[in-house]
């Protein structure tokens, strides 16, 4: 029956593919015709002003439609923040930690021993850089591949269908198009009264780069990235201490998941002071003084740190760009208000990825700029926000997609709730490796798959049977039924469906 089930909603899928897509737009429901923007110039379909992923994805998917066109990218190297100093990079050095610390302190367990193992940091950092370079210039190869034409330097609007731009070389060229792609990523938000040097106060770039393991890190902001270099140096041998105005660590977890995720940091020697704020801090001595008091107001305290990581989130770039010049209306914080076809209040100039609104993740620029390089072709594109999947890359990863408990509680909606440790799952205990639990959120009436969040060693992989559940408006029964590998980590999942909708076998 639940297979059944996937078969009619496959096949309801197929008849109203186009309806989602559709309803994003306000207007008429005609197919949508190229009608470039009038600039008296034919040199470029489409020009993408930013080379992250969200612009490459989008020069290289508006070539493949056959459209002419353009990026531009004021590093000099593709791939933006994620790739150069982002995503990539934090990655690289989660891996090599990861990898020293087991070394360090769960080899012998698997009778693998050895008398002593150190840190080559000048190492690990070359590998992470080895791994940069490799993509980066992978990226300049798909762009050859796909005839895309790359103009390296920092482009602003000088007209809704011209960019000038000052290139790396010391130059100036205009490049002109029928149709603007803004895609410059985000910043580093800094935080009043710090001043980030990238020595001893760093953002996230200059915690990918510190030349020696501090022996005191604070960090200033209990997200995702805050999370992640945090665990790269306490594995390493830093003491840790991560300072939160909020009561929680990463706000937007499931809750019950949050709270195993921070003792499980905690277990790691990671100190977490929340509810605190930040108000000033001295960087006259040898050593980083900050002044800590109470969110709520209160005595205050004084936190010394030998390095101090700003992991206060990022904020859209779009100063310096010439977006007023041209007209394009940006909101208080900086971001670009775009329709549901990704295009500003000017005819012609569209915006995707960190620069709109919606979250500040390198696979959702991604998706955006497919779908709007879709649009201007006259095709139909489409990004559901609501099954954008989120990632903490520590040990054990956390991952989620769809809705939270509190969400779905907040909504109203009659829910159940199907959970399975991964205690209970013989891969992880074959590998010694089982801290972590599946938890599934569904419809009580219908058993429609709400949410689902896991912590575990490879949650970031687990996730994605999740999200395509979840895009095909799966049952928690249709999740229990489908065969998975055995001895592996995915039966946790099967599991946490069973759960929901039944019972589980092995609990």
Known sequence: MAMASIARRKASHLFNCASPAALRYSGSL??????????????????????????????????????????????????????????????????????????????????????????????????????????????????????????????????????????????????????????????????????????????????????????????????????????????????????????????????????QFQRSLEKQKMKFMLKTKVVGVDTSGDIVKLTLEPAAGGAQTILEADVVLVSAGRTPFTAGLGLEKIGVETDKVGRIPVNDRFATNVPGVYAIGDVIPGPMLAHKAEEDGVACVEFIAGKVGHVDYDKVPGVVYTHPEVASVGKTEEQVKALGVEYRVGKFPFLANSRAKAIDDAEGIVKIVADKETDKILGVHIMAPNAGELIHEAVLALAYDASSEDIARVCHAHPTMSEALKEAAMATYDKPIHM
């Open 30 to 259: 005609t197919p949508f015709s190229r009608g470039f923007a009038s600039g008296g110039s034919d040199d470029n379909d489409v020009v993408v002003i930013g080379g992250g992923p969200g612009g490459y994805v989008a020069a290289i998917k508006a070539a493949q439609l056959g459209l002419k066109t353009t990026c531009i990218e004021k590093r000099g190297a593709l791939g933006g923040t994620c790739l150069n100093v982002g995503c990539i990079p934090s990655k690289a050095l989660l891996h090599s930690s990861h990898m020293y610390h087991e070394a360090k302190h769960s080899f012998a367990s698997h009778g693998v021993k050895f008398p002593s193992v150190e840190v080559d940091l000048p190492a690990m950092m070359a590998q992470k850089d080895k791994a940069v370079s490799g993509l980066t210039k992978g990226i300049e190869g798909l762009f050859k591949k796909n005839k895309v034409t790359y103009v390296k330097g920092y482009g602003k609007f000088i007209s809704p269908s011209e960019v000038s731009v000052d290139t790396i070389d010391g130059g100036n060229t205009v490049v002109k198009g029928k149709n603007i792609i803004v895609a410059t990523g985000s910043d580093v938000k800094s935080l009043p009264g710090i001043t980030i040097d990238e020595k001893r106060i760093v953002s996230s770039t200059g915690a990918l780069a510190l030349l020696e393991i501090p022996k005191r890190l604070v960090v200033i902001g209990a997200g995702y990235i805050g999370l992640e270099m945090g665990s790269v140096w306490g594995r390493l041998g830093s003491e840790v201490t991560v300072v939160e105005f909020a009561p929680d660590i990463v706000p937007s977890m499931d809750g019950e998941i949050r709270k």
